[in-house]
């Protein structure tokens, strides 16, 4: 009797630890979302996100201000767009995915309109980097 309740204890404890630790992996969302200081969870604005993305690529890219200040733009426009995909995304449940996609899609075609060939090698390197360190999660 002692070995079964020793059991159920160990059990609900390493159960609470998994339960714990997904939580936690939720909360280390990249930019979507921020911790105030009293540790509630708010979701970024647009704005936010977009100078988030940009000062990533400026540093990684060291990208020019002209360069700079358009890509904001790109970022901007991208992040508004995909914010009302989101919002929207019960009344266009069947197209949804497919219009995320298109959104990122001509984000990611008007970045590399901007990029000379050197910038552009290293996003792609970058680019390619970044997929495996979201899909090893």
Do not use: C, H
């Not at 939720?26 to 996100?49: D, L, T």
């Amino acid at each position: 009797m002692k070995k079964f309740i020793l059991f159920v204890l160990i059990a609900g404890l390493a159960f609470s630890a998994n339960t714990f630790a997904q939580n936690a992996e939720k909360v280390k969302k990249g930019s979507e979302v921020k911790i105030s200081k009293n540790n509630q969870i708010q979701k970024r604005s647009a704005e936010e996100r977009a100078t988030i993305l940009t000062d990533k690529l400026t540093k990684e890219l060291t990208l020019n201000n002209d360069q700079n200040v358009k890509i904001y733009q790109i970022n901007l426009t991208a992040t508004k767009e995909i914010d009302f995909l989101r919002e929207n995304r019960e009344t266009k449940a069947r197209t949804f995915k497919s219009e995320i996609k298109a959104a990122y899609d001509k984000r990611d075609s008007a970045i590399r309109a901007l990029l000379n060939p050197t910038q552009l090698k290293m996003y792609e390197e970058n680019k390619s980097m970044w997929r495996e360190k979201r899909n090893s999660k």
